[in-house]
Nanobody, 126 residues
Framework: QVQLVESGGGLVQAGGSLRLSCVVS????????MGWFRQAPEKEREFVAA????????YYADSVKGRFTISRSNAKNTVYLQMNNLKPEDTAVYFC???????????????????WGKGTLVTVSS
């Protein structure tokens, strides 16, 4: 069984920064893209960012472009989300995900993920 465990969430003031991590364990069967999604209370889960297996391609939601950076270390089986200039609107539970294949597909509505983490809460105060 593949497991994803997020960490790094917490409470931060607007304008501050956080770095989320997601560690993948268990057996994977091919190369995979990784990404981050978030869900705020009373809202649908939304795509945040994705990265290809090699790290050469990244994709971001318009709402976080220029503020968030996704990266990965395959040697550490870990994906990161560096979040700068945080805004109250960023408050949500952040989930990491694995998808076999292309990272671009993670940002396409209707496409499912292969594995999900349980989430880590990010709260940004004003």
């Amino acid at each position: 069984q593949v497991q994803l465990v997020e960490s790094g969430g917490g409470l931060v003031q607007a304008g501050g920064s956080l770095r989320l991590s997601c560690v993948v364990s268990g057996r994977t069967f091919s190369t995979y893209a990784m990404g981050w999604f978030r869900q705020a209370p009373e809202k649908e889960r939304e795509f945040v960012a994705a990265i290809s297996w090699s790290g050469s391609s990244t994709y971001y939601a318009d709402s976080v472009k220029g503020r968030f950076t996704i990266s990965r270390s395959n040697a550490k089986n870990t994906v990161y989300l560096q979040m700068n200039n945080l805004k109250p609107e960023d408050t949500a539970v952040y989930f990491c995900a694995v998808k076999y294949g292309a990272a671009q597909a993670m940002g396409v509505a209707g496409n499912g993920m292969d594995y999900w983490g349980k989430g880590t809460l990010v709260t940004v105060s004003s």
